[in-house]
Nanobody, 124 residues
Framework: QVHLIESGGGLVQTGGSLRLSCAAS????????MGWFRQAPGKEREFVAT????????DYRDSVKGRFTISRDNAQNTAYLQMNSLKPEDTGVYFC?????????????????WGQGTQVTVSS
């Protein structure tokens, strides 16, 4: 129903910043809880951040709190992940995901729709 396309990844040095975007088409964007996940080589996909339908609620994994900010612009059908003070352990493929739900979601099986991913590499 909804198609998601991530962009904004790249190569940065430790301490740098990136802003990821997730553009949605199809469906009603304001009906979806949005999430960001990442996957490092040889590791499981892990939760990064989630945001409620209207953006009133957000949550983050502990290791990114204070550094990352998830946001959304429903008029633009886009979700964002602002990443500051990046560390090498933030390296991975970042995916956005959507679920038609009224509460925040934290696990990959809880999301029905996924983007293709965008690579984030933080050099040491």
């Amino acid at each position: 129903q909804v198609h998601l396309i991530e962009s904004g990844g790249g190569l940065v040095q430790t301490g740098g910043s990136l802003r990821l975007s997730c553009a949605a088409s199809g469906g009603t964007f304001g009906s979806y809880v949005m999430g960001w996940f990442r996957q490092a080589p040889g590791k499981e996909r892990e939760f990064v951040a989630t945001i409620s339908r209207l953006g009133y609620s957000t949550d983050y994994r502990d290791s990114v709190k204070g550094r990352f900010t998830i946001s959304r612009d429903n008029a633009q059908n886009t979700a964002y992940l602002q990443m500051n003070s990046l560390k090498p352990e933030d390296t991975g493929v970042y995916f956005c995901a959507a679920e038609d739900a009224a509460i925040l979601k934290y696990r990959p099986p809880q999301y029905s729709y996924w983007g293709q991913g965008t690579q984030v590499t933080v050099s040491s």
